[in-house]
Nanobody
């Protein structure tokens, strides 16, 4: 079965950096675009970044463009989100996401808190 397991969240000061990782299993990872979403308290879940398959084309939400970088390792079935210059408004639960055979799958999420 499809499984997505996120890791790497934590508490970081404004201006700091974190790298999130998502380990995927149960599907042909290299054939599927992958995404990171986030959900802040009281807000709707929003798309942060996506990466296409082998060619690795990416797109980002305007609020994170230039600060976050999404990447994938098709040999290890992982997708990462490098987050730099973090701001308090980046505080949220971050989720890994994929659609496989028209069915959406989410990881359990990892908490990122940006605070001094």
């Amino acid at each position: 079965q499809v499984q997505l397991v996120e890791s790497g969240g934590g508490l970081v000061q404004p201006g700091g950096s974190l790298t999130l990782s998502c380990a995927a299993s149960g599907f042909a990872f290299s054939s599927y675009p992958m995404s990171w979403y986030r959900q802040a308290p009281g807000k709707e879940r929003e798309l942060v970044a996506s990466i296409r398959t082998i060619a690795g084309g990416t797109n980002y939400a305007g609020s994170v463009k230039g600060r976050f970088t999404i990447s994938r390792d098709n040999a290890k079935n992982t997708v990462a989100l490098q987050m730099n210059s973090l701001k308090p408004e980046d505080t949220a639960v971050y989720f890994c996401y994929v659609i496989v055979r028209m069915k959406p799958y989410w990881g359990q999420g990892t908490q990122v808190t940006v605070s001094s």
